[in-house]
């Protein structure tokens, strides 16, 4: 960045120091945290809303999102009890119309009658042009005239002041060198690529400009995966296992099931590798539901027949919980301590296996697990994994993992790890029956739940339960308010829907991130006990949670949901080989293809398939999708990328390269990370 003057901003300058960000400001920035330009830049629009089409006064169209040019005519601010109305009288060649704000008393003070501003909005049926957005009439415009960034308000920070921030210091970036286009001819530049992200000419270049970050991504995993590897391809001094093979083959025939092929298979490699000084680095891989945590719990008794302990750690405390719970049903014998935070379990030195959140991390140190496995580690935040990373002597590491990645593509990336992939679903399993469901049969859907229950009781001669999940508003923070409102809604209205059916109404529970813990645990115990027929919940159900006789899924507004969220929820059901059936809502009309799609395909890899081929043009204008991995911008069934990540990769290998996301510097006693 050689020609950076003081003008420019540099991915590394403060934001504190840019114009415009005050200190409030720069307090909420810090505290999200972004704390540099780079950081900023990052910080990803959700979608984009279409506010280039323009319209005259008398084309508009009702409840059609235009943008006019227009005068002001007059502009006038009143009171209704304690609302604000500004109303402003707007003409154009064509015609005249009136516009209307409420609570808005700066569009009164920046109004001017005869002047000509832009509005970007839509007529209601009254023909009255509601709440427009209003911006100066040029050319370079940031909130109407064009494709406008939407981001997340959660951070209470105004979506105005972000794109006006955001502009500000796009126009005045410093220009650096960019290696990677120079390499490349076809992909775009650094700095249009960051300008094309927030504020794109048309679709196309947003697709471009996101390909460039995934690829930029990519390289980065590769780079960081390939340091891991030098670092521990040297290393002998993991805790090397005396195996007591004829424990496990005694063991084995005693579980309520045969192990599937994949599953000893698994078993197999993951042995062999704890028996060895160079510390394993394992990723075991197997579609939702092929029974991962059977084949850790086996490596786990191993290690403590050699005196030694073992920490498995899941994302969530309810996953933890219930962990605790199977493992100690499936291993009797087996010591098993649960370390959540608050909770006050005794570190003891026995070899243990202890299962928790990350804040079993912070004890690794102390009780020094010869094995750490990971669960659902593409739901894991970076910082739990550069938690793990400071420890200071160097134990087998086992990830588990449901993302749907082809073995080649994974080898390709991840150069530091061994792959196990379990193939099939335990036998017997049955597709789970998927339905989109129209709104209109919205009620007939309600009472076939209540009947298919029963009736699946009278046969079974066991409990049958359903799940509905209600999406969440804002996903970047799963336990805020709105989030808590929807599904408490939700759970009112099925309560009123079921309450003539008296001694018959299905017993409902309510669950959300908001709960103290210690309910949500109550909730998820008395589900597990038969004793609630329906628990409403928001998606923090959505990661391994295996009540067995949960039957029926019913998922709201399925539009907002990714293919692979789908796909975890679906997995939810049916878990002990009964039929099962999962039940789609959408208002949207839009997603109707891809939701009848996803209910006729059950396996997730050629789901990750199908979610790629909606991540083109036509997805930036719909609700961000979580992926089947915690990458930000790439995408595990994209090989196309991945095989032109891995030629790029070979071609810069000889020289440094300067990457957007660059891995951090690794530090000699870092553990083996899977990704
Ligand atoms: P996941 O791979 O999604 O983590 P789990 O380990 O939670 O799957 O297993 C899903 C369910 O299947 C559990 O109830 C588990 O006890 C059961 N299970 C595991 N292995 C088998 C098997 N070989 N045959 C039948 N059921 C199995
Ligand atoms: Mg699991």
Redesign the pocket.
Known sequence: MSDYNHNMYRLDTPLGTVTGVGPSLWRVFEEIPLKTVKDLLLFVPLRYEDRSQRATISSLVAKELMTLEAEVVSCKTFYRGRRTITTAKIKDDTGQISAMWFNNRFMQSKLKAGEHYLFSGAKNDRGILLQPVVEDVKDNTIHTDRLVPRYSTMTGIKEGTLRRILKHILDNLCKAEDELAALNLDILDLPSTLTQLHFPDNDELVVKARERLALEELLSLMKKSQAIKAIWQEKRDAPACRLRIEKTRSYVPK??????QG?QKAVSELLHDISQSEPMNRLLV???????????GIAAQQIIYNQRSVALVAPTRILAEQHAQ?LRQ?FPQLPIVLVISGSQAKLTAEPTLFIGTHAVINTFEKIQPALLIY??QHRFGVKQRSQAAELSYSPHVLT?S?TPIPRSLMLTIFAHLQLST?NEL????LPVKTWVIPEKKRHDGYDWIISELAKMELSSGQKAQAFVVCPFIDPSRSEALENVAAVSQKYQELEKYFAPLKAAAPKLALLHGRLAKTDQKTIIDDLRAGETDILVTTPIVEV?I?I?TANIMVIEAAERFGLASLHQLR?RVG???QQAYCLLFSHSQKAHERLEKFSKITKGNELAELDLQYRGAGDIFGTQQHGFDELKFANWADFELIGKAKKLFEQVQSHHLDLFFEPPTLQPAQVPQAN
Do not use: C, H, N, Y
């Open positions: 579980l309520p099931f045969m192990l599937t599953q197997g579609d939702v539901g092929s029974g991962k945590t059977v084949v850790a199977t499936l669960d659902e588990m449901a379990i335990p036998a017997g399993r391994g295996d067995p997995g878990r002990a080989g």
